[in-house]
């Protein structure tokens, strides 16, 4: 059963083998975890939460499209999830209808980072993202931390490749600034 | 016991669930509904906004607005303002329900919202614009009275006649223009002076339908223009 796809133990699912859901929450457990855990930048209820992405993700399960990737399905899932999960929490807006989405930007192209510039990346993100804005703050968790990538955190988000770019690109930005603001160096 | 089930993950907790069936699927046909529904409402919007785009398109037709701008300055005055700003309104934000139903859909979400914003205005300008050019609308003008809730629109529009803008048959020709009846059976003299903008080449005789814009007086019309509308 390990060696199917996240894609073919769903269609085993949708046709009646329950317990075959225990190996895709195997495998995104750790991931939700750590993805809920930096969003939400709160430790107490992360198990619960994920334990109610797992519910509604089972729950929903004949929805999922099997032509399409299993992963961003379950992680927009968690998205709303925890996007609800902060609404309740704090009166931030989280995600509100913005001209990011609405006009067309010149695409940013995907950059691969260097190995060691991606971790210093990952370091410092770790180290701010209590101070980032929900709009930057996921696009930089799901791509460094969840190493997904543009057109994926797209799928997740239901957003524009190119807003996707835009985001990573000002999240860094700001990244940057809150360095420099702290003292700190940054890259 | 308590703590055994702390130390339980929350995958364990959730496959316990499952197993002892405490946790059940959606069935498909859920989902099946819930596009329908959506689809439905999408076409749903889609023909509400189509109907009132070629209203507004047989609207400006009928009551000669369209011809206004041909008369310079005044005429693009005249014809912004006479234009249905509250259908227009209505229809505009009737794009914004559509691109909101279809803004979770792939399709649409992958290019920039502006986009389909201006795919959604496009067709339904085009389209509208061809359902205007067919008798629909004339035909529900016409049975204005039996039709429950559009009637009212048909009816209040049907009699509205924007500000110095004329649309009737010349009933005779006289020398210092014409006479004509318009929609409402008034009957009209229209005065051609110099003043008058008249298009290249244009003969008006008994039994055209034109388009008059100039003030009115009485029964009197000063024209600033004329069109003839079997020329459109």
Same mark, same amino acid.
């Given at each position: 059963m390990s060696e199917l796809t996240d894609e073919e133990i769903a269609i085993r699912v949708q046709q009646g083998d329950d317990p075959s859901f225990g190996i895709l929450m195997q495998r995104y457990e750790q991931k939700l975890t750590r993805f809920g855990r930096k969003f939400? +930048?709160? !430790?107490?209820d992360i198990k619960d939460r994920v334990q109610e992405v797992f519910i509604k993700a089972f729950a929903s399960i004949? +929805? #999922? !499209?099997? *032509?399409? *990737? #299993?992963s961003p399905w379950v992680y927009r899932i968690a998205h709303n999830h925890f996007v609800d999960a902060l609404k309740k929490k704090s009166r931030e807006k989280v995600f +509100?209808? !913005?001209l990011d989405v609405f006009f067309p930007h010149l695409v940013a192209p995907e950059t691969a980072d260097s190995e060691t510039h991606r971790e210093d990346l990952k370091r410092m993100l770790d180290k701010c993202l209590n101070k980032l804005d929900s709009k930057y703050k996921e696009p930089l968790i799901l791509y460094?931390?969840? !190493?997904?990538?543009y057109k994926e955190i797209a799928d997740i988000l239901q957003i524009p490749v190119s807003t996707v770019g835009v985001r990573l690109q000002r999240g860094k930005t700001m990244m940057k600034r809150i360095f420099e603001e702290s003292g700190e160096t940054y890259g | 016991m308590d703590n055994n089930n702390d130390k339980k993950t929350a995958a364990d907790k959730v496959l316990e669930s499952i197993n002892a069936g405490r946790l059940k699927k959606l069935p498909g046909w859920h989902f099946l509904l819930k596009t329908i529904l959506k689809i439905t409402s999408v076409v749903i919007i889609s023909l509400m906004i189509l109907h009132l785009v070629s209203f507004i398109f047989f609207m400006i037709h009928r009551m000669g607005v369209?011809?206004?701008?041909?008369?310079g300055f005044h005429g693009w005055f005249a014809f912004f303002g006479a234009l249905p700003l509250h259908l227009i309104l209505l229809s505009i934000i009737f794009v914004v329900f559509l691109l909101i139903l279809v803004r979770r859909y792939p399709l649409v979400y992958r290019r920039p919202l502006l986009y389909s914003a201006i795919g959604i205005v496009l067709l339904m300008i085009i389209g509208g614009h061809m359902v205007a050019k067919t008798d629909f609308h004339a035909r529900l003008l016409n049975n204005a009275e039996g039709i429950p809730i559009f009637g009212e629109l048909y009816r209040r529009y049907g009699m509205h006649k924007p500000h110095n803008m004329h649309v009737g048959v010349v009933i005779q020709m006289n020398e210092s223009g014409f006479v004509m009846k318009d929609r409402r059976e008034d009957t009209l003299t229209v005065i051609i002076g110099p003043e008058t903008r008249v298009p290249t080449g244009a003969v008006f005789k008994k039994g055209d339908e034109v388009f008059v814009f100039g003030s009115r007086n009485d029964g009197t019309v000063q024209a600033l223009g004329l069109h003839k509308i079997g020329n459109r």
């Open positions: 939400l +930048s709160v !430790d107490e004949q +929805s #999922f !499209d099997h *032509r399409q *990737r #299993f +509100s209808l !913005d460094y931390f969840e !190493d997904m990538d | 369209i011809y206004a701008p041909h008369f």
